[in-house]
């Protein structure tokens, strides 16, 4: 399949059109965030994460994000949950790592959350990539320490292992699913001055997700629009504060004429 600005306008109109609903259980620090950029872009967000109502909710979302930024038990309690029930429904399940390899905790809690159900996509920045993957990449919390084309072996390693498509976030975002590897180029380094910016491209990701059957397409779509948005909002912005107020409005603004005179987009 040819990946091209045509066949991710499809997927944005697709996404504008029906809406699809995200389920979120995300951290504290995010929330607003991904779910202002869900609504921008046209999907549905959901915050739901007690676990007394996770399960049920499973049933009517149309993708699941599971992010480990603000663990507690009763987080992690609703993850398994979830991700159990969406595993067996066959909704797609998008796994963002936040801090893995930071500390035994969150090592702990993936290695359980990825035996209950291999992600549909996976998605976070080169450090915990490696980290996930099992290669020792040390962790500076959030942040990645290393670049996004170090981590294309563990990438490969958790695909093959695991069934998923593995997203690479950085300068240069990677998208791969066993030997295929698409590299988007989009993007601006102040968007790293904004808290959950890759948070944000989980929830879109996931979005795309619930509506395209192919989660290699559906992650390079996302990237792309996210990289894209992420991009002319601070050639226009002074500061990341105006930043994350043009990147929801250059969501909400985005035509195909812009993705296709700005997607800079490669295969490996």
């Not at 930024?69 to 963002?96: Q, R, S, Y």
């Not at 801090?99 to 035996?115: D, F, K």
């Not at 992600?119 to 920045?125: D, S």
């Not at 102040?190 to 990701?205: R, S």
Request: glycine residues 8%; proline residues 4%; aromatic residues 6%.
């Amino acid at each position: 399949m040819s990946l091209s600005a045509q066949s991710i306008w499809n997927d944005v109109e697709q996404i504008r059109s029906v809406a699809p609903l995200v389920q979120s259980i995300t951290n504290f620090v995010v929330m607003n965030n991904t779910a202002n950029a869900l609504l921008a872009l046209g999907a549905s967000p959901a915050m739901v994460h007690a676990v007394d109502e996770v399960e049920e909710f499973v049933f009517i979302a149309n993708a699941l994000v599971i992010n480990i930024g603000t663990l507690d038990a009763n987080f992690v309690a609703g993850m398994k949950l979830a991700m159990k029930k969406a595993h067996e429904l066959g909704k797609p399940i998008v796994f963002d790592p936040v801090g893995v390899g930071a500390t035994t905790y969150r090592n702990q809690v993936s290695r359980e959350l990825l035996a209950i159900a291999a992600p549909t996509i996976i998605r976070g920045n080169a450090s915990e990539i490696m980290a996930l993957a099992g290669l020792n990449a040390y962790t500076k919390g959030v942040d990645s320490t290393h670049g996004s084309s170090a981590a294309l072996d563990g990438a490969r390693q958790l695909s093959t292992g695991l069934g998923s498509v593995v997203v690479i976030s950085g300068a240069e975002d990677y998208v791969v699913h066993g030997e295929r590897v698409a590299v988007i180029a989009n993007g601006h380094p102040m968007m790293t001055k904004v808290t959950g910016m890759g948070c944000t491209a989980t929830a879109l990701t996931a979005a795309f997700a619930a509506i395209n059957p192919d989660p290699f397409a559906a992650s390079v779509h996302s990237m792309a629009v996210m990289g894209i948005a992420g991009e002319l909002a601070a050639n226009q912005s002074p500061g990341p504060g105006s930043l994350q107020l043009n990147f929801l409005d250059l969501l909400y603004q985005l035509t195909y004429q812009t993705i296709a005179d700005t997607l800079k987009l490669t295969y490996l």
